[in-house]
């Protein structure tokens, strides 16, 4: 949008390829990445594109301080790790990294047995990614069946079924298993049974009830955040987030915007949506034009929550024991 208002635009990116999220975060089988470098390729638009950069604080205050305005826009990139023993071991992954490298060709050798850790939409992703890969999958969770957020969408959980992916729920991971190479050879687990609330209970540990399931490979997928070490004291954060006036997308600092994830909206559409308005802002600014001001409301997804069917309508899927 920038650039279609007539300015130099720079881009810097952590990836050595444009296309960010869509690229690395999506799986082949879901987002066809020929269409990716297609539509995001920032030569043709006159921009330059400047990748394999990771933007220190210090590297971010001297972007701040050498152009007219800076749009951080870089998602909830930072995985979170379940913090158990043994997580260091060869065949450990989160999500993210995992589905990265094989939408860059790097997929890892030798997948055959997978265990997922977690049950939103990235642990969809990289069951599915698994899957492709050769492997045979189990879905682990720490709820019941009825209460996988992957069920909010039946028809995902079909698919999902129909591929061979299997699920283990009611348990949590304690440590890692590896052998004298180093290698993850299975995990231990503990039975959960579910506490209050009964909208959204607590999973709770059942002492003794200790048990190994056998694998080759670990893939983390139990949430992500905003990486916010980059910014300096003059951004104000607020629960994980960056805190921006609504109205034009600006931070506490003058010259620096932000849109997307970093700010709480979730999805393509809005992070895109945010970034045009921060856009018009800056446009307005550099022309000394009244500035146009936008609905100042979040944009967010809202999902009503919804038991997952039976596993009886799920033949497929009846979890794992």
Same mark, same amino acid.
């Given at each position: 949008?920038?650039?279609?208002?007539?300015? $130099?635009?720079?881009?810097?990116?952590?990836?050595?390829?444009?296309?960010?999220?869509?690229?690395?975060?999506?799986?082949?089988?879901?987002?066809a990445k020929f269409g990716v470098r297609r539509d995001n390729d920032p030569?043709?638009?006159?921009?330059?594109?400047?990748?394999?950069?990771?933007?220190?604080?210090?590297?971010?205050?001297?972007?701040?301080?050498?152009?007219?305005?800076?749009?951080?826009?870089?998602?909830?990139?930072?995985?979170?790790?379940?913090?158990? %023993?043994?997580?260091?071991?060869?065949?450990?992954?989160?999500?993210?990294?995992?589905?990265?490298?094989?939408?860059?060709?790097?997929?890892?050798?030798?997948?055959?047995?997978?265990?997922?850790? #977690?049950?939103?939409?990235?642990?969809?992703?990289?069951?599915?990614?698994?899957?492709?890969?050769?492997?045979?999958?189990?879905?682990?969770?720490?709820?019941?069946?009825?209460?996988? $957020?992957? #069920?909010?969408?039946?028809?995902?959980?079909?698919?999902? #079924?129909?591929?061979?992916?299997?699920?283990?729920?009611?348990?949590?991971?304690?440590?890692?298993?590896?052998?004298?190479?180093?290698?993850?050879?299975?995990? $231990?687990?503990?039975?959960?049974?579910?506490?209050?609330?009964?909208?959204?209970?607590?999973?709770?540990?059942?002492?003794?009830? $200790?048990?190994?399931?056998?694998?080759?490979?670990?893939?983390?997928?139990?949430?992500?955040g905003a990486g916010l070490g980059m910014f300096p004291p003059s951004i104000?954060?607020?629960?994980?987030?960056?805190v921006v006036d609504r109205a034009d997308h600006r931070t506490s600092h003058?010259?620096?915007?932000?849109?997307?994830?970093?700010?709480?909206?979730? #999805?393509?559409?809005?992070?895109?949506?945010?970034?045009?308005?921060?856009?018009?802002?800056? %446009?307005?600014?550099?022309?000394?034009?009244?500035?146009?001001?936008?609905?100042?409301?979040?944009?967010?997804?809202?999902?009503?929550?919804?038991?997952?069917?039976?596993?009886?309508?799920?033949?497929?899927?009846?979890?794992?024991?």
């Open positions: 949008m920038l650039r279609r208002l007539g300015h $130099e635009v720079d881009i810097y990116d952590m990836l050595h390829v444009p296309g960010g999220t869509l690229f690395s975060g999506y799986p082949p089988f879901r987002m030569a043709a638009w006159g921009a330059r594109f400047f990748g394999g950069v990771h933007v220190t604080r210090e590297m971010f205050e001297r972007i701040v301080n050498d152009y007219d305005f800076t749009l951080a826009t870089i998602g909830i990139h930072h995985p979170y790790m379940v913090g158990i %023993d043994g997580e260091d071991a060869d065949g450990v992954w989160n999500a993210l990294d995992f589905i990265a490298a094989v939408s860059m060709g790097t997929a890892p050798a030798n997948v055959r047995r997978a265990l997922i850790i #977690g049950a939103g939409g990235t642990a969809r992703d990289a069951c599915r990614t698994a899957r492709r890969l050769g492997a045979e999958v189990t879905v682990c969770y720490r709820r019941s069946f009825e209460l996988l $957020e992957l #069920g909010r969408d039946p028809n995902i959980l079909g698919i999902i #079924g129909s591929e061979g992916v299997q699920f283990l729920c009611l348990v949590q991971p304690t440590r890692v298993l590896s052998n004298g190479d180093g290698r993850v050879t299975g995990v $231990e687990f503990l039975r959960t049974e579910l506490g209050p609330p009964e909208e959204n209970p607590v999973a709770v540990p059942i002492d003794g009830t $200790e048990f190994v399931v056998e694998c080759d490979t670990v893939v983390e997928a139990i949430g992500e104000a954060l607020k629960n994980g987030h960056v003058p010259k620096v915007f932000a849109a997307g994830e970093l700010i709480g909206d979730n #999805g393509n559409d809005t992070a895109a949506l945010g970034a045009m308005q921060a856009a018009f802002t800056m %446009d307005s600014i550099l022309r000394d034009e009244p500035l146009v001001l936008f609905d100042s409301r979040p944009f967010a997804r809202l999902y009503t929550r919804r038991k997952t069917p039976p596993p009886s309508q799920f033949p497929w899927a009846t979890p794992v024991r």
